[in-house]
């Protein structure tokens, strides 16, 4: 088993998962390694929630206009598409 050591903890953070560890009956290194897992660990896409965040950010771009003549001038600018 890979052995780690963490420099430049807090002693907020320390305490804060400390605290967890007891909350959720873990020692520290199984409340640190638990919390690891979960954030490497693939979750579930919400299709409709992700499509509703997509329309809503769309709706503030307003119209974009890549037509090859608008696409070239920009080119010419510098600037990406």
Same mark, same amino acid.
């Given at each position: ?11 907020? @953070? =320390? %305490?804060?998962?400390?605290?967890? /560890? ?5 020692? &520290?290194?199984? !409340?640190?390694?638990? $919390? +690891? ?13 992700? @499509? =509703? %965040?997509?329309?809503?950010?769309? /709706? ?5 206009? &890549?037509?090859? !003549?608008?696409?070239? $001038? +920009? ?7």
């Amino acid at each position: 088993m890979t052995r780690i050591t963490l420099h430049g903890m807090s002693t907020r @953070l =320390h %305490r804060t998962l400390e605290d967890a /560890a007891v909350r959720n009956g873990r020692s &520290l290194n199984r !409340e640190i390694l638990a $919390r +690891l897992e979960a954030s490497v660990r693939p979750r579930p896409v919400d299709v409709e929630t992700l @499509l =509703h %965040r997509i329309e809503l950010r769309h /709706a503030t771009l307003g119209p974009i206009d &890549l037509s090859p !003549e608008n696409v070239r $001038r +920009l080119r010419d600018e510098g600037r990406r598409v």
